[in-house]
């Protein structure tokens, strides 16, 4: 079974950063690209950044270019989102979620149960 | 970066009813359009991705079509558990983004 458990979640102060985590398991986690999603309270989703399995492909939302970095280890199945600067906007459950090929360009089959990160003084 | 909008922003709908919702690309997205359904608290699912193709489990009567900039989901033969939002995304150009969502309630 295709398994995507998120922690790291929590309650920040803005400025401050915050590491999230994505543990992968129940597939061979290498090939596959793999997204994050971001949901505000209430709101819709929106897209944070992708990797390819490799990690030699990278891209970010204009949000967050510059302020957040995905990466992963392949050798742990885990993937990860590193934030800083953050701030109030950032406030939201982070979901990872694999893509359906080794592409990243393509749907997003599997998702974890989300993370929430609240960023408030 | 491609705006998507979507058609109706909510809808009602009774039980056994065909229910098309909308989603438009600022410009042609050559078929990199994935369709999720999310209902409350919970993590989106995959319905539809590459346009038309099925996702596995997903049954038959939810069905997806189009081209170049303009696309739909059709939900044939509406049942309870149909009740949810839905959100078009495009993955044709970084960055991947979504639609608003269709709120659809029975």
Not at chain 1, 13 to 27: K, M, N, V, Y
Not at chain 2, 8 to 23: E, F, K, W
Request: one cysteine or more; a neutral charge; charged letters at 15%.
């Amino acid at each position: 079974e295709v398994l995507l458990v998120e922690s790291g979640g929590s309650l920040v102060q803005p400025g401050e950063s915050l590491r999230l985590s994505c543990a992968a398991s129940g597939f061979t986690f290498s090939p596959y690209a793999m997204t994050w999603v971001r949901q505000a309270p209430g709101k819709g989703l929106e897209w944070v950044a992708v990797i390819s399995g490799n990690s030699d492909t990278i891209y970010y939302a204009h949000s967050v270019r510059g302020r957040f970095t995905i990466s992963r280890d392949n050798s742990k199945n885990v993937l990860s989102l590193l934030m800083n600067s953050l701030s109030a906007e950032d406030t939201a459950v982070y979901y990872c979620a694999r893509s359906v090929t080794s592409h990243y360009d393509s749907g997003l089959d599997y998702w974890g149960q989300g993370t929430l990160v609240t960023v408030s003084s | 970066d491609i705006q998507m909008t979507q058609s109706p922003s909510s809808l009602s709908a009774s039980i056994g009813d065909r229910v098309t919702i909308t989603c438009r690309a600022s410009q042609g997205i050559s078929g990199y359009l994935s369709w999720y359904q999310q209902k409350p608290g919970q993590a989106p699912k995959l319905l539809i991705y590459a346009r038309s193709t099925l996702q596995s489990g997903v049954p038959s009567r939810f069905s997806g079509r189009g081209s170049g900039a303009d696309f739909s989901l059709t939900i044939s033969n509406l049942r309870p558990e149909d009740c949810a939002t839905y959100y078009c995304q495009q993955t044709f150009m970084t960055p991947f983004t979504f639609g608003p969502g269709t709120t659809v309630d029975i």
